[in-house]
């Protein structure tokens, strides 16, 4: 049984395969319109979410597929008390495959053992995205064309913006890659990815909290918004959720060919007015996300075009 709970799963091989299918399918989308026929996928959302579900749904109607699931835990028996595997083991008696988006760091891992069906994780707490950094990868791939020589600035709140987690996993990967880490000392990125990943592979980074000094450096600039439902105190939240705002004003030091990434949603990190800019790619993201979901599921469920 295949799943995908953790980028690392997928090797540089399988990545490249992903986007070539995803490719295709952007030449050629009737192709694929129906070689998912009678195939269900279940989306399990116990956490807000507007793309990561919309998308999933999209490429299984876009593949021929039907779609079924929750997007709020207290509609489902999670508010009488089931077990993150009782509804996952449920569930597979219903679908093919699965996306699950939990607040509870491992709870898809969990589902995964008792689902019988692929289970794809949608993004588990402040822990990881893996689909969101499949999206990354693609728009990376379509701006750059190679995933190598490449210094990513990630700013913003690092320490539980999953999405970056995920991205710099996969990201460590490539050759002659360095990170440049933005952000308050208390939304650092946490000890075990600097420990596990980068250290471990002995990709560059520093640690920084100014954008204005750093920003001239990049080849991509990935914001993310401060994870609100994630911290213990509001307080806290407030006094670091405009920690860093990219304005057309920032952005003049920046180099003429920056991406500028995000996983949307966006509160208040990126001003509207850098929206047309032709360096923001963030919208982008959002269609490549649809593509490699799609690409994603046809792997697991091994349908073959
Ligand atoms: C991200 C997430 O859910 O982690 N959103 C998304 O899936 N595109 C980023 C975020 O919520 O800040």
């Not at 030091?253 to 929206?275: F, G, K, Y």
Request: overall charge negative.
């Amino acid at each position: 049984m295949r799943h995908l709970i953790d980028i690392q799963q997928l090797s540089q091989e399988d990545i490249q395969q992903l986007i070539e299918t995803a490719m295709d399918i952007i030449e050629d989308p009737v192709k694929y319109s129906e070689v998912c026929r009678h195939k269900k996928l279940a989306t399990l959302f116990f956490e807000p979410s507007t793309r990561t579900r919309l998308s999933f749904e999209a490429a299984m109607y876009e593949l021929g597929g039907d779609v079924l699931g929750f997007s709020e835990s207290n509609s489902s028996s999670a508010a009488k008390g089931e077990s993150v595997s009782d509804t996952a083991r449920t569930v597979g008696c219903y679908a093919d495959i699965i996306a699950m988006r939990h607040p509870k760091e491992g709870a898809p891992l969990v589902a995964s053992r008792t689902a019988g069906v692929p289970v794809i994780n949608a993004g588990d707490g402040g822990h990881n995205h893996p689909t969101q950094t499949l999206a990354d990868l693609l728009t990376i791939y379509r701006e750059k064309g190679s995933f190598n020589n490449l210094t990513i600035g990630c700013c913003g709140d690092l320490k539980f913006g999953r999405t970056v987690h995920s991205l710099i996993s996969a990201m460590s990967r490539y050759d002659n890659v360095k990170f440049v880490l933005i952000s308050p000392e208390e939304l650092k990125v946490p000890k075990y990815i600097k420990t596990d990943v980068l250290e471990a592979k002995g990709i560059p980074y520093i640690e920084s909290v100014s954008l204005e000094e750093n920003i001239g450096k990049l080849d991509i600039l990935y914001m993310t918004r401060v994870q609100r439902e994630r911290f213990f105190n509001e307080a806290d939240y407030l006094r670091l959720k405009d920690s860093y705002v990219l304005t057309p004003e920032k952005l003049k030091a920046a180099r003429e060919d920056l991406s500028v990434m995000h996983p949307l949603p966006r509160v208040n990190e990126i001003s509207v007015a850098v929206d047309d800019d032709p360096r923001a790619c963030y919208f982008k993201q959002v269609l490549n996300g649809k593509y490699m979901r799609m690409a994603l599921i046809l792997k697991l469920l091994e349908v073959t075009v």
